[in-house]
């Protein structure tokens, strides 16, 4: 059962994969560089501290640093306890792959980091964020698959590495979002702060 699974993750993988083209590759190389994400990173947490006094957004950024630290160790945990190479790796599979990146990264790819944290952060901010942008969380669902879908297209994850890293990032958002309106009215930090119109 478990060697029928990986043939299919292997056969959608090759199929994922094998749909993209150089016209596309520059975008997709930009798209799933976390480095250049910082500038969006920045603006949505602007947008939560505009909604917040001091105390609150302190433990929000702790908690996010928090998360994002969770969410890394726990995807280094599993690539090591599980060493699923990543097909780039894979002798077999990289004359019939395309791979887009300089270099296939690190060894073992079960489950992917950038699927993880970036669906974690969604989950997180878009809930925060909730009550003052109403569609922020679907469009912040969207960007992280997108994201998921990019370790694919450049040729460094299986489906399924991206479709565990997801679950387990919506999973580590929603409770760390949870953990976070626990601890802010726990500390009586939660009354809203008075945004300028």
């Known amino acids: ?3 029928q699974i ?7 993988f090759i199929f994922l994969n094998s749909l993209g083209t150089p016209t596309w590759d520059p975008f997709w ?3 799933t560089s976390k480095f250049n994400w910082i500038p969006f990173y920045a603006i949505l947490l602007y947008l939560i501290s505009r909604q917040m006094k001091i105390k609150a957004i302190i433990i929000t950024m702790v908690l996010v640093a928090l998360m994002i630290l969770v969410t890394d160790q726990v995807t280094n945990l599993f690539k090591d306890g599980f060493h699923r190479l990543r097909p780039c790796h894979l002798a077999e599979l990289i004359d019939g792959m395309r791979l887009v990146k300089a270099n296939c990264g690190g060894q073992y790819g079960f489950f992917s980091g950038h699927a993880s944290n970036t669906m974690a952060a969604a989950f997180f901010i878009g809930l925060t964020l909730k009550k ?3 569609y922020m969380l679907y469009f912040l669902i969207v960007w992280a698959l997108l994201m998921g879908y990019s370790r694919i ?3 460094v994850h299986y489906p399924l590495d991206v479709l565990l ?3 387990f990032g919506v999973i580590t958002g929603t409770l760390f979002y949870k953990l976070n309106g626990f601890l802010i009215d726990k500390f ?3 009354t809203p702060k008075k945004t300028i119109a």
């Open 165 to 167: 890293g997801t679950i």
């Open 29 to 31: 190389l930009a798209y």
């Open 132 to 134: 003052r942008f109403k």
């Open 6 to 12: 990986l043939q299919l993750d292997t056969e959608v």
């Open 153 to 155: 297209y450049i040729g």
């Open 1 to 3: 059962m478990i060697d």
């Open 188 to 190: 009586n930090a939660n």
